[in-house]
């Protein structure tokens, strides 16, 4: 049975690779909100899940304001899996060494202390990051994984991390695809690119009508959309994120264009010491010479400007 919902070309949809915008929609206890949760883990992790909890892995939401401004979604699952999810609109360059520090500290913060418990018990956790406006690999497939493997000796650790990067820019080449041969991390990829383009909403719509999951999330993303205050709040939300972002950059770069100053400044009088050194050594050997040649040292200081202490006696 198809979802019922669709897209129509007056539509004006907020961008959902805001990850503000992208919390509100799957952080919410609503029954699509919910939904669409549990389809996209189950997307890129490549099989069925159901979600038990979303954990507080920040001070407990009160409200769904609050709920809406954690930095990624972190998920309990089936038998105890874990998983965090996360939109990031524009990485930095280190983006990939971050991923797997937090895919790390996820997997060691189960708790396998205890007489009862060995490393046997822990769970899989995946640490799945969409990236929206940069892409971290050279190649063209839109969605990686990563799991720790000999690639020398073609010999798989078997453990229980995994790394799923999905890079958005990317998804410009799944788009002469039917929507039917797309696989479900792929429909997902196409839809959280080009949601907010009015010249792919039929491709849009082809895959909110095959893909339950993305509909549910794209009913959660049209009432944000329609809702007036509740956009000017997420808009007001990330513009003031924006603003702060660009004000530390601004510090950081205005104070390389001071400490460059004053390494200039430091270098003149560095190089203007330099100078009277060598003026002054030189009127030193002009005032040994006139010294030869007998003069009295008051009329060597009087010509070569020297005070009588530092005329070579």
């Given at each position: 049975m198809r979802y019922p919902i669709l897209f129509s070309p007056e539509d004006d949809i907020i961008d959902i690779c805001w990850d503000n915008v992208f919390k509100a929609i799957f952080t919410q206890d609503i029954p699509p909100s919910q939904g669409a949760l549990k389809r996209l883990i189950s997307a890129f992790i490549g099989r069925s899940v159901d979600v038990l909890a979303v954990v507080a892995n920040e001070p407990p939401a009160l409200g769904r304001g609050d709920r809406q401004i954690r930095y990624d979604i972190r998920v309990r699952f089936d038998q105890g899996e874990l998983a965090n999810v996360e939109m990031t609109l524009n990485p930095q360059g280190f983006e990939a060494l971050r991923l797997e520090y937090y895919a790390?500290?996820?997997?060691?913060?189960?708790?396998?202390?205890?007489?009862?418990?060995?490393?046997?018990?822990?769970?899989?956790?995946?640490?799945?990051?969409?990236?929206?406006?940069?892409?971290?690999?050279?190649?063209?497939?839109?969605?990686?994984?990563?799991?720790?493997?000999?690639q020398e000796n073609k010999v798989s650790l078997g453990g229980r991390t995994r790394i799923i990067v999905v890079e958005l820019e990317k998804a410009a080449g799944l788009l002469g695809e039917p929507v039917s041969e797309m696989s479900p991390a792929e429909r997902w990829t196409v839809f959280f690119r080009y949601v907010t383009d009015p010249q792919q909403r039929d491709v849009i719509n082809k895959i909110l009508t095959y893909e339950e999951g993305i509909a549910m999330a794209g009913e959660v993303l049209l009432s944000i959309s329609k809702d007036e205050a509740e956009r000017a709040r997420l808009e007001s939300e990330y513009k003031y994120r924006l603003d702060r972002q660009s004000e530390m950059v601004q510090a950081r770069r205005d104070g390389l264009v001071e400490g460059e100053l004053i390494g200039l400044k430091k270098g003149e009088l560095i190089g203007l010491k330099k100078e009277e050194q060598h003026l002054f050594e030189e009127r030193r050997e002009i005032a040994r010479k006139l010294l030869t040649m007998g003069l009295s040292p008051d009329q060597i200081a009087r010509a070569t400007g020297l005070a009588p202490g530092e005329i070579p006696l």
């Open positions: 790390a500290r996820l997997y060691s913060s189960q708790d396998i202390q205890g007489a009862d418990k060995t490393f046997g018990d822990l769970t899989h956790t995946y640490q799945i990051a969409i990236i929206g406006r940069k892409r971290l690999f050279g190649d063209e497939p839109p969605v990686h994984q990563f799991r720790y493997y000999d």
